[in-house]
């Protein structure tokens, strides 16, 4: 099943570094939804309104795309939190892909959830899981984003996405949120009436949701999620949600998150392997929760953002085809040297040349057998750790 994933992305050309300027079409209409609700449980105690997403798109020629599409979902507990906050968009749509940044239903506006599951309690779930949300919180959040990906895949065709290739992402709450997506939303649809169907009778909004549209993905990238939407729907049913067909996983976490348990990593990449699916599991030594400008160190002593990380590795896991330097390598770490404009060489150091005409010119390898790049640390799946500093990472390769 594992391989028929990759099969689908097989196709996808996207960019290392930033290759497009980007168009935002922001407060897309994707669902109506329920608020204000005076008693979360009772549909007739609502009312009624949308919710919205915002589009990131290349500027591209009309002969380029269709596009791979990433959806961003964002943090703050579920009290807080919008569109434009991380995990980014435009470093996505920048290198090639389209990308939905998502907003949904928040504490404060009271959305329904079903009576069956208030019983569910998150500090049960995880002893050490630290943050613990309320079932009243996260289901009408979860329920948004899985309407908001039908939604995508139904609509994605307006803005040259290609649905074949859909990596969701997300932070702290909004990883939590994806990850019940990517765990039941792969090619076999297991449980794809989690977080739907359980309003069926009572909530006359899901009839604005794309329900007969499979929530397809291909790919998670996590950023210190918990494992809490996961559970709730195993408190409903018994079931745990870990699949053979759930997708490709990368999973960063801070060592001293005590907002997130660390171990939430541990369990989600855990469970994964044991199925046979790819979940880096990364480890940011010394960082706390929401470390987004963490580095990840890599062999020879140099770094990378968590963003270049994960997009590389999801790269891999998926087999897009990557157009630029690879990480780490001077071509990477120094994009112009000399040239007119310059004062003379001013980088290719550690095995670079300086070459290109006068008006612009590059670092590049040496071609000698001396130097050749070290890209083990992305096609290693097997035995791979990395030793990092307090700014890098322990990286934890998967199966």
């Known amino acids: 099943m594992i391989l028929s994933l990759f099969a689908l992305t097989s196709a996808i050309t996207v960019y290392r570094d930033a290759h497009y300027s980007t168009r935002v079409t922001k407060g897309v209409v994707y669902a109506s939804t329920l608020?204000?609700?005076t008693d979360q449980t009772d549909a007739t105690t609502c009312d009624e309104?949308?919710?919205?997403?915002?589009?990131?798109?290349?500027?591209?020629?009309?002969?380029?795309?269709?596009?791979?599409?990433?959806?961003?979902?964002?943090?703050?507990?579920?009290?807080?939190?919008?569109?434009?906050?991380?995990?980014?968009?435009?470093?996505?749509?920048?290198?090639?892909?389209?990308?939905?940044?998502?907003?949904?239903r928040l504490a404060k506006d009271k959305g329904l959830y079903p009576a069956a599951l208030r019983p569910w309690k998150a500090a049960d779930s995880y002893p050490h899981a630290s943050w613990t949300p309320w079932v009243w919180q996260m289901y009408p959040a979860v329920r948004d984003i899985k309407a908001a990906l039908r939604w995508i895949h139904a609509n994605a065709h307006t803005y040259n996405g290609d649905t074949s290739s859909i990596t969701l992402q997300g932070g702290s709450a909004g990883a939590t949120s994806v990850i019940e997506l990517a765990l039941t939303g792969g090619a076999d649809q297991a449980f794809a009436h989690d977080y739907t169907h359980e309003l069926a009778a009572s909530d006359p909004t899901l009839a604005t949701t794309n329900l007969k549209q499979p929530a397809m993905a291909h790919g998670l990238i996590s950023y210190w999620g918990a494992l809490f939407a996961e559970d709730l729907m195993r408190f409903k049913d018994g079931t745990p949600r870990w699949?053979?067909?759930?997708?490709?996983?990368?999973?960063?976490?801070?060592?001293?998150?005590?907002?997130?348990?660390p171990e939430s990593g541990t369990v989600l990449c855990g469970n994964l392997t044991q199925r046979g699916v790819p979940c880096r599991l990364v480890r940011l030594p010394g960082q706390k929760h929401a470390c987004w400008n963490a580095q990840v160190a890599l062999p020879g002593g140099t770094t990378v953002s968590i963003f270049d990380y994960a997009f590389e590795a999801m790269a891999n896991m998926s087999n897009w085809t990557l157009v630029g330097p690879t990480p780490g390598t001077c071509a990477a770490r120094y994009h112009q040297c000399g040239g007119r404009s310059w004062a003379g060489p001013t980088c290719c150091v550690s095995g670079c040349t300086c070459s290109g005409t006068d008006y612009y010119k590059h670092c590049v390898p040496e071609k000698t057998a001396a130097y050749e790049v070290d890209d083990t640390w992305l096609t290693n799946y097997e035995g791979m750790y990395v030793e990092g500093s307090e700014q890098g990472a322990v990286v934890e390769q998967g199966a």
């Open 243 to 261: 699949s053979p067909s759930s997708v490709p996983t990368v999973a960063f976490h801070g060592t001293v998150d005590t907002t997130v348990s």
């Open 35 to 37: 608020v204000h609700c």
């Open 49 to 104: 309104t949308t919710v919205t997403l915002d589009v990131h798109e290349p500027v591209a020629n009309a002969s380029d795309g269709p596009f791979p599409i990433v959806m961003s979902v964002h943090g703050g507990g579920y009290v807080g939190g919008d569109s434009t906050q991380n995990p980014p968009n435009d470093y996505f749509a920048q290198r090639g892909f389209v990308a939905f940044g998502i907003n949904y």
